[in-house]
């Protein structure tokens, strides 16, 4: 999922007339006893005032009053319905219905999550049964960090992240990272990027709250396999951010550069702050690894591995300090010419 605003309006939009007479017309052809009036009736009431979520979730009360009021029947039909959506973020819903209403069905609903996921991700849905049964959840997760489908295993991950943006935190992992443990150290070098990601964003959550530990684990793991060492590097991207030394260290940007000054000047020579025009050529006998990065006073240069460079650094009077990093300038206004 998206880290954008699920209030935003162009967003809401997914769940619109045409999108909820679509899946009447679906459910019929499934359920040809579902209501569809009652259905539309329920879900385009009061539409306009619903953001995106408020949306998702009267669709799922719309089908509880609409399905059979058995929960295994109802989900006969959804698991029916959702190769039909044919929508990521609507087909988020079925795993919606299923965290509402399946919890009295445990087993049953974690193997619909597991069905549903590949459609659209139950990593919102399954944070429900996290919360009510933490630990059995988690034994079930470690389990679909091993399966063959991608979707299954990034939801291991995804799922189980202490502060998924658009849903609850789940304190006992922000607590205690070890218990979360098990099923990244399953994922670490898993081939499909899609999974990495998650592995990578659930790894830089834990190092907002428990930064000697991530620095831990990750030194833990054989970072020579370049799909565990492409997840260490983007795990430590808020740490790296804070100048913390250890994590700087990890992806290699310790030590100092062999860097060397062949020419520096500044004109003129005096000037009110920031507003300096300058030029400078430096050079690089080994190069830096790649993710690691020089910051000169007007720009950041990256550098190739293991190659020797010379740059041409140069700024003039536009050059400002950037808004987003206190100390540095905007890349803008430099020019680099290797």
């Given at each position: 999922?998206?880290?954008?605003?699920?209030?935003?309006?162009?967003?809401?939009?997914?769940?619109?007339?045409?999108?909820?007479?679509?899946?009447?017309?679906?459910?019929?052809?499934?359920?040809?006893?579902?209501?569809?009036?009652?259905?539309?009736?329920?879900?385009?009431?009061?539409?306009?005032?619903?953001?995106?979520?408020?949306?998702?979730?009267?669709?799922?009360?719309?089908?509880?009053?609409?399905?059979?009021?058995?929960?295994?029947?109802?989900?006969?039909?959804?698991?029916?319905?959702?190769?039909?959506?044919?929508?990521?973020?609507?087909?988020?819903?079925?795993?919606?219905?299923?965290?509402?209403?399946?919890?009295?069905?445990?087993?049953?609903?974690?193997?619909?999550?597991?069905?549903?996921?590949?459609?659209?991700?139950?990593?919102?849905?399954?944070r429900t049964f996290l919360k009510s049964d933490l630990k059995r959840t988690l034994a079930v997760m470690e389990t679909w960090a091993t399966?063959?489908?991608?979707?299954?295993?990034?939801?291991?991950?995804?799922?189980?992240?202490?502060?998924?943006?658009?849903?609850?935190?789940?304190?006992?992992?922000?607590?205690?990272?070890?218990?979360?443990?098990?099923?990244?150290?399953?994922?670490?070098?898993?081939?499909?990027?899609?999974?990495?990601?998650?592995?990578?964003?659930?790894?830089?959550?834990?190092?907002?709250?428990?930064?000697?530990?991530?620095?831990?684990?990750?030194?833990?793991?054989?970072?020579?396999?370049?799909?565990?060492?492409?997840?260490?590097?983007?795990?430590?991207?808020?740490?790296?951010?804070?100048?913390?030394?250890?994590?700087?260290?990890?992806?290699?940007?310790?030590?100092?550069?062999?860097?060397?000054?062949?020419?520096?000047?500044?004109?003129?020579?005096?000037?009110?702050?920031?507003?300096?025009?300058?030029?400078?050529?430096?050079?690089?006998?080994?190069?830096?690894?790649?993710?690691?990065?020089?910051?000169?006073?007007?720009?950041?240069?990256?550098?190739?591995?293991?190659?020797?460079?010379?740059?041409?650094?140069?700024?003039?009077?536009?050059?400002?300090?950037?808004?987003?990093?206190?100390?540095?300038?905007?890349?803008?206004?430099?020019?680099?010419?290797?």
């Amino acid at each position: 999922m998206s880290d954008s605003d699920p209030s935003s309006p162009a967003l809401k939009e997914i769940f619109n007339e045409a999108r909820y007479r679509s899946l009447a017309k679906e459910l019929r052809t499934i359920f040809p006893a579902f209501d569809a009036k009652r259905f539309l009736a329920l879900t385009l009431a009061d539409l306009d005032t619903r953001s995106l979520l408020q949306r998702m979730r009267r669709t799922s009360e719309a089908l509880r009053e609409t399905l059979p009021p058995r929960f295994p029947a109802a989900l006969k039909i959804l698991r029916q319905l959702a190769p039909r959506i044919q929508h990521s973020f609507t087909s988020i819903v079925p795993p919606d219905f299923v965290a509402l209403y399946g919890q009295d069905h445990y087993e049953l609903s974690l193997e619909a999550l597991k069905f549903f996921t590949p459609f659209g991700s139950a990593e919102f849905a399954i944070r429900t049964f996290l919360k009510s049964d933490l630990k059995r959840t988690l034994a079930v997760m470690e389990t679909w960090a091993t399966d063959e489908n991608e979707h299954v295993r990034r939801l291991a991950s995804e799922g189980s992240r202490p502060r998924l943006p658009w849903s609850f935190r789940l304190d006992a992992i922000i607590r205690n990272p070890d218990l979360t443990a098990p099923i990244l150290s399953r994922l670490i070098n898993d081939p499909s990027l899609y999974v990495r990601k998650s592995v990578a964003n659930h790894l830089n959550d834990i190092s907002k709250d428990h930064p000697d530990w991530l620095i831990a684990w990750l030194r833990a793991q054989d970072l020579s396999h370049p799909h565990a060492r492409w997840i260490a590097k983007r795990a430590v991207r808020t740490l790296v951010k804070r100048g913390h030394p250890e994590a700087l260290a990890l992806i290699g940007a310790t030590g100092h550069a062999e860097i060397k000054v062949n020419h520096f000047t500044v004109a003129p020579r005096r000037v009110e702050l920031y507003q300096v025009a300058f030029k400078r050529i430096i050079t690089s006998p080994k190069g830096l690894r790649t993710g690691g990065f020089f910051y000169a006073p007007d720009q950041a240069v990256s550098f190739w591995d293991n190659q020797a460079i010379t740059a041409v650094v140069e700024a003039g009077p536009q050059c400002r300090r950037s808004a987003a990093y206190p100390g540095r300038f905007d890349a803008s206004c430099g020019l680099v010419t290797p």
